[in-house]
């Protein structure tokens, strides 16, 4: 009769202990599982950032690009990229870099304002712009220290540069 009873508290045992290494088992899969969708959602999100700046640049450039539509100027003490409204001329986007952050200026052309006068578009440490024969180079740096760079050729085939 004891050994009934002893065979029934080995196999309860090994059971307890099968389901112990399967509980953590799965425990070990779901946490490496999660670990690894942290990364990949933190890597996507600073992908998805860096090229949203740059999309919404070359968009709004392509916008503008009319003859004379697009240019570059000294605004408030930093390089601006110009921007003319096609439709109405008296009107200008500048999208320029101030204190941390890609910004963007809309406003009258003759209109007396300041680089903090802007709408902050996204985080970026520096901007470097330069149009020279009609190609516009704008060089990016993110926050995470990568360095994006947009060259693009003016359809117009117009533009000047600072």
Same mark, same amino acid.
């Given at each position: 009769?004891? *050994? +009934?009873? $002893? +065979?029934?508290?080995?196999?309860?045992?090994?059971?307890?202990?099968?389901?112990?290494?399967?509980? #953590?088992? #799965?425990?070990?899969? @779901?946490?490496?599982?999660?670990?690894?969708? %942290?990364?990949?959602?933190?890597?996507?999100?600073?992908?998805?950032?860096?090229?949203?700046?740059? +999309?919404?640049? /070359?968009?709004?450039?392509? +916008? /503008?690009?009319? &003859?004379?539509?697009? $240019?570059?100027?000294?605004?408030?003490?930093? *390089? %601006?990229?110009?921007?003319?409204?096609?439709?109405?001329?008296?009107?200008?986007?500048?999208?320029? &870099?101030?204190?941390?952050?890609?910004? !963007?200026?809309?406003?009258? /052309?003759?209109?007396? @304002?300041?680089?903090?006068?802007? !709408?902050?578009?996204? /985080?970026?440490?520096?901007?470097?712009? $330069?149009?020279?024969?009609?190609?516009?180079?704008?060089?990016?740096?993110?926050?995470?220290?990568?360095?994006?760079?947009?060259?693009?050729?003016?359809?117009?085939?117009?533009?000047?540069? #600072?």
């Amino acid at each position: 009769m004891r *050994k +009934q009873g $002893s +065979q029934h508290h080995i196999d309860t045992l090994a059971a307890l202990l099968l389901f112990g290494v399967f509980a #953590v088992c #799965v425990l070990t899969v @779901l946490l490496t599982g999660a670990d690894t969708y %942290a990364r990949i959602t933190r890597r996507d999100g600073v992908t998805y950032d860096r090229r949203t700046c740059v +999309q919404y640049v /070359a968009t709004r450039v392509r +916008q /503008a690009d009319t &003859y004379g539509g697009v $240019s570059l100027e000294v605004f408030g003490g930093v *390089k %601006a990229l110009v921007l003319r409204d096609w439709e109405d001329e008296n009107y200008i986007t500048r999208v320029y &870099y101030h204190d941390g952050y890609l910004m !963007e200026l809309y406003s009258e /052309a003759d209109l007396e @304002l300041f680089p903090d006068d802007g !709408e902050r578009i996204m /985080a970026c440490d520096w901007m470097r712009l $330069s149009l020279e024969d009609g190609l516009l180079t704008i060089d990016l740096l993110d926050p995470q220290g990568e360095v994006t760079t947009l060259r693009l050729t003016l359809r117009s085939g117009e533009g000047d540069g #600072v």
